[in-house]
């Protein structure tokens, strides 16, 4: 039975000692090295390009720009980026390619023997801009006087809207004791993945343009490649090497399509050398989107016995420059907003706004840390408000089974939310008074400066919340595997094929756990093909909390097939399965009436903290960390996940405070850009792991990554004003800020 | 491209090469150097030496010495800063210094780091020149010519500026004998555990048990150089150290420093955490029952 075994993952040795190959390990010696150019124009028209000099640098063997795109535009939702900003194009792309409307727009790919050859040959390249007037934010944007993508012809940068009108408005404010609100400025995040972008190109012995790249959804790749080289998809191979990380910052294009160019183009000349291209720190943080800053205002109503009667809320996401994902990213913000409640009443506005800042996009969570930031901060000071214990608040308004959520439809069977709040409060001690010390824990907080306890207040805060898992609103889900029996009489051995990507959270360890499980052989019969296009069907992408609830459907579905396939004699029995959940709606435009998600997955967390309320530094000394994961397939990768989601969390909401002004990022650097160091991460993270079926989970399983981050801000945010008295709408809470809403909170 | 990459085996070898190369500079752990040589954005702030000149081959860079028993102490510029805070008679002599090297970078960078680089890079957060200001400490600077000892104070001229002349090295840091009963801290504050000073500031005190007898306050990243903040120690000086007087030489100390406002951190909060620094520092050196440790 593999299923429960915390079985080390196969790929942790080779990981550990180095002899794992990420993409920027892949090169031969005789690889070729490109260079991405960016345009460093956050909003300027081009008026000339010139290479020549540039094709001139010894060692440059080639420069492709907008000339060389057959179609020159991509997107993971919508076309409307181009793969270079260029003045010549072939005519075929619906975006103009004339105007760069981010600093890290690619103006060029330049291919040389070396990377300094490619490096030289980029500097080398002139071009002369028109500067336009950069729209910086959602400020800016909003005022419509300068539009990101005037193409669109819509008059506004506002480009994408939702709506919630649920029940009677004025009917929720009449019944309310109590009315809470706030304006929320919620900021970016960077993924910082330990492995910035890298790739290799070639066309392989098929003849398949052939691109080894990190990423999160190998068939979504190979299409947006196929669309911009006017390939069909089969004539692209997107291969998955090992990956250091993604968390969402790999859903859409980096590399992909300037190397399948460029490999393409040499192939064309003869040349069947590959080609290499890997970005350095500055230029990943530069060149891949954030998770969306925005501005949230919202109200809040609840009777004197706490339970809510309105929720009203006004979102803005800032989009930046393309869309990338930031319509999908808004659909859940635009849920997690009104929060994990029983809401009578609810009129919710959500919008995303084009500027010429950096990207928002795909990051764990997916929208739900920002709108559940604010449903849960607006929880919080309603319980303070009521005088109400916040447990016992959440306690009174839970989702529960059968209860109809936001989109005024059923919420889908098995909604576990009061059984984790309960949990969460239970291991938290919740209902006992806080202990003034800091509990011991395996990692000593390691402030710089010795404590002084007379400065030094604790506190205490509780955050609940759900997060969809699988894909959201329509957008087509599906997951296939595919299982082959090899043996005579019995099973000797199990090929398992899956495209899902192992980005460092165990995906493919726990895929073989269920392969084993389905089939009924011990695991280490189980052998995996992995992330090649060309060996496996489409399983969607490694987001959503899905890929463990997708995949083990699929390989379910796959067992099955084999299954009956050996009964009939075939050797091999193959099993080719394509799983699809039920089917989720887009919104009804006027009232937001519709059926999102399939299912959900749910969390609630406990946070002490420790403030020196002169320096304004925080510990977090605790954090109880409560999910139902349905089924653990492998409980130390189930802990994996929550302690990285709260580290995640952690940087979030204290200390990673990305700068960017008039469209260009200030601190691209991990010595300016703080992420947090294992002297900063809570002192002690206590996992607290239910098993509650979901109905349609493989095994009973749910999704789980990237829950421990959507609650980790508003808790700790809650547990700073328990200590303070002081609620901060902003964040992160840097020492000088901190410091600064202290002294302006306190009577002069 | 890549710069030449120069060996020497003494000092005087070293000063020959720096005098004839231009441009040329002195690497020894190289945890600045490296960083800013690395290539970022193409045509974004890649700074290549055409030389570089390693001090790490130099036997008398490397050592630490104790002139005779007693007697000033000399920290060769290139001691790893680990060596320097392992060494007995630092630990015992200089606990200031020893906090800051505990506070500083992470553990690898504390093995390559040297105290001449740090000295040398000049940046206004350097760790290690606050407490080096407050016991006295001086550079010792050798040129083609001639060897001259200058107070770290003075040899810090300004961001990434010292008083080297062309072809000169830091080859050492001396620091006069201790006075016994005296004692010392360093407190800083980074925005998480491995980041920049956002302050810092080293204090030696030494008292009669209620009166402060001599006193020295340097402070970091709250000017353009590590600076004294003399108007704070003149008040305390000869004074007892009773919370009023305390507290108003904390408001001297944050009236004196003139720190910045960046991306790291607002100038008011710089001046505030000064003198949060300051009444901490002597509740510290003053606390019968605690007796000063490493901060860590």
């Known amino acids: 039975m593999s299923i429960g075994d915390p079985m080390i993952r196969p790929d942790a040795r080779a990981k550990v000692t180095g002899e794992a190959r990420y993409p920027d390990d892949l090169a031969p010696a005789d690889a070729l090295h490109a260079q991405v150019v960016f345009s460093n124009q956050p909003h300027a028209r081009m008026v000339s390009m010139d290479t020549t000099a540039a094709a001139a640098v010894p060692g440059v063997v080639m420069i492709l720009t907008s000339a060389d795109v057959p179609v020159n535009e991509y997107g993971l939702t919508m076309f409307d980026q181009p793969v270079f900003i260029g003045l010549e194009t072939t005519g075929r792309s619906r975006v103009p390619a004339d105007v760069s409307r981010w600093e890290a727009d690619h103006i060029a790919l330049v291919v040389a023997e070396s990377p300094e050859a490619a490096t030289a040959g980029a500097e080398a390249i002139e071009v002369e801009w028109e500067p336009l007037p950069v729209v910086a934010d959602i400020e800016a944007a909003l005022t419509d006087e300068v539009l990101v993508h005037p193409e669109h012809e819509s008059g506004s940068n506002s480009y994408y809207g939702l709506r919630i009108r649920k029940g009677d408005m004025a009917h929720g404010w009449e019944q309310a004791d109590v009315v809470v609100e706030g304006t929320y400025h919620l900021p970016h995040q960077e993924h910082a993945y330990l492995q910035p972008e890298a790739g290799m190109a070639y066309v392989d012995e098929q003849g398949r343009v052939t691109v080894e790249v990190p990423g999160q959804w190998a068939h979504e790749d190979q299409e947006q490649i196929a669309h911009a080289l006017d390939l069909p998809p089969e004539r692209v191979r997107v291969i998955y090497p090992e990956i250091g990380g993604a968390f969402g910052g790999r859903e859409d294009m980096s590399l992909q399509i300037v190397l399948a160019l460029a490999a393409r183009a040499l192939h064309e000349r003869g040349d069947s050398r ?35 009667t309105a929720v009203e809320a006004r979102v803005h996401l800032d989009a930046g420059a393309y869309n990338y994902t930031s319509n999908k990213v808004l659909g859940n913000c635009h849920l997690a907003v009104a929060g994990a409640y029983e809401v009578p009443n609810a009129h ?92 011991d824990g395996p990692f000593t907080p390691f402030p710089t400066l010795p404590p002084e306890p007379i400065a030094v207040k604790r506190g205490r805060g509780f955050a609940a919340a759900f997060k969809n898992v699988g894909f959201s609103y329509g957008f087509p889900e599906r997951c296939e595997a595919e299982i082959r029996l090899h043996g005579d009489d019995r099973i000797e051995r199990v090929e398992l094929f899956h495209a899902g990507a192992e980005v460092g959270q165990g995906a493919h360890t726990v895929d073989l756990q269920m392969a084993a499980d389905a089939v009924g052989v011990p695991v280490e019969m189980v052998e995996g093909h992995f992330s090649d296009t060309a060996t496996s069907g489409d399983s969607g992408s490694a987001s959503a909390s899905r890929l463990t609830w997708m995949s083990g459907n699929s390989i379910l579905g796959a067992a099955e097939e084999a299954h009956k396939a050996w009964l009939e004699g075939d050797r091999p029995a193959v099993g080719h399965f394509r799983f699809v959940p039920p089917p989720t709606t887009t919104l009804d435009p006027e009232t937001g009436e519709g059926v999102p998600n399939f299912t959900y997955g749910y969390v609630a967390q406990a946070v002490e903290v420790s403030v020196d309320i002169e320096t304004g530094h925080i510990t977090v000394d605790r954090v109880v960390s409560t999910h139902d994961v349905g089924r653990a397939i492998n409980r130390a990768l189930v802990e994996g996940q929550i302690q990285g989601g709260v580290v995640q969390g952690q940087g979030y909401v204290l200390s990673e405070n990305l700068v960017v002004e008039n469209g260009h990022i200030l601190n691209p650097r991990l010595s300016g850009y703080l992420i947090p160091g294992i002297g900063d991460i809570p002192g002690r993270v206590d996992s607290v792991v239910l098993e509650l079926a979901d109905p349609l989970g493989p095994w009973g399983a749910r999704g789980m990554a990237e829950m421990p981050m959507i609650t980790y801000a508003p808790a700790v945010i809650a547990a700073v004003h328990d200590a303070t008295g002081v609620w901060f709408d902003e964040f992160p809470l840097t020492p000088s800020r901190v410091l600064a809403g202290l002294e302006e909170a306190a009577p002069h | 491209m890549s710069p030449r990459y120069h060996m020497p085996r003494s000092v005087s070898e070293a000063v020959e090469i720096l005098s004839s190369v231009p441009g040329a500079l002195p690497i020894a752990g190289g945890t600045d150097i490296m960083v800013r040589m690395r290539p970022g954005v193409p045509g974004g702030g890649q700074d290549v030496p055409p030389a570089l000149v390693s001090l790490r081959h130099i036997p008398e860079l490397a050592a630490i010495e104790e002139s005779d028993p007693g007697g000033a102490l000399r920290i060769g510029a290139a001691v790893p800063l680990r060596e320097v805070a392992d060494n007995p008679t630092v630990k015992a002599t200089l606990p200031a210094l020893v906090e800051a090297i505990e506070v500083f970078g992470s553990p690898q960078i504390r093995n390559v780091a040297t105290l001449g680089g740090n000295l040398g890079n000049a940046s206004p957060a350097a760790d290690s020149a606050p407490p080096l200001i407050a016991y006295g400490a001086r550079v010792e600077i050798t040129g083609p010519d001639s060897t001259r000892r200058v107070p770290v104070e003075e040899f810090l001229t300004g961001p990434g500026r010292t008083a080297l002349a062309p072809g000169e090295i830091v080859t050492a840091v001396t620091v006069g004998p201790r006075p016994t009963g005296e004692r010392s801290t360093y407190l800083r504050q980074g925005r998480v555990r491995m980041d920049v000073a956002l302050v810092g500031l080293a204090t030696r005190l030494a008292t009669d048990g209620v009166t402060c007898v001599d006193i020295r306050l340097a402070a970091g990243a709250v000017g353009p150089t590590p600076l004294r903040l003399t108007a704070a120690e003149s008040l305390l000086r000869g004074s007892r150290l009773d919370p009023d007087t305390v507290a108003r030489a904390a408001a001297r100390a944050e009236a004196e420093v003139s720190p910045i406002t960046d991306i790291r951190a607002s100038e008011g909060y710089r001046r505030h955490l000064i003198g949060v620094f300051l009444r901490r520092s002597i509740a510290r050196l003053t606390d019968p029952v605690s007796p000063q440790e490493g901060s860590s």
């Open chain 1, 348 to 439: 919710i506005d959500s919008h995303a706004v084009y500027t010429n800042s950096t990207p928002g996009g795909a990051f764990r969570g997916f929208g739900g840390p920002q709108g559940g930031f604010v449903a849960e901060t607006q929880m919080n000071k309603l319980a303070e408000a009521l005088g109400m214990d916040p447990v016992e608040l959440r306690r009174r308004n839970a989702l529960r089974e059968g209860s109809i959520g936001i989109t005024q439809t059923p919420m889908p069977p098995g909604v576990t939310l009061p059984e984790v709040i309960e949990a969460c409060s239970e291991a938290a001690g919740m209902d006992q008074p806080l202990a003034p010390e800091a509990p």
């Open chain 1, 274 to 308: 590959p080609v290499t291209s890997r970005w350095s720190r500055e230029e990943s943080i530069v060149g891949h989107h954030k998770r969306h800053r925005g501005i949230i205002t919202a109200r809040l109503g609840a009777t004197r016995e706490g339970k809510i």
